[in-house]
């Protein structure tokens, strides 16, 4: 569905759409709505990262919303997982639809350094992140991405 969503719709009104679906989820957590990792909620969460993700690249707010209150080891367990297996899945669709091309590749070439940069500092970091910082850093993250999704999306 994610790829059939950047073949037919726009991609500026979809970015902004799911920049603001993102925020509003993330404001309802902060305010009173308190999401768990049930059975349910993990299949609409998968399913809407994985469609979310495949359209618009930020694919992993609706789970990791879902972890926020979880151990920082559960957490970022299940978000590895979840995104190595949602990446492969996206760029199967993607290539699959004709939507990858070199343009595409090189720019994910480029980021290849900063990846392997945060792997080598997730490892001393994660004593720090596992204390009280593990869920303002998903909060910022979610919020961050959907900001810049949407900055793009209108200019």
Do not use: N
């Not at 909620?41 to 399913?47: D, I, N, P, W």
């Not at 707010?61 to 590895?80: C, D, K, N, S």
């Amino acid at each position: 569905m994610g790829a059939l969503a950047v073949a037919l719709l726009p991609r500026d009104a979809f970015g902004a759409a799911v920049g603001g679906f993102v925020l509003l989820c993330l404001l309802a957590s902060l305010v009173s709505w308190r999401p768990r990792p049930t059975a349910p909620a993990l299949v609409v969460a998968g399913f809407a990262g994985g469609v979310l993700g495949t359209a618009s690249s930020i694919g992993g707010p609706p789970v990791a919303l879902l972890y926020q209150h979880e151990t920082g080891p559960r957490i970022r367990a299940t978000l590895a997982a979840y995104l190595t297996f949602g990446g492969v899945l996206s760029l199967v669709a993607l290539a699959a639809g004709g939507q990858i091309g070199w343009p595409q590749v090189l720019g994910s070439a480029v980021l290849l350094p900063f990846m392997a940069a945060g792997f080598a500092l997730s490892g001393p970091l994660r004593r720090y992140l596992d204390t009280r910082w593990m869920r303002p850093c998903v909060l910022a993250l979610s919020g961050g991405g959907a900001v810049l999704l949407i900055a793009r999306s209108l200019f």
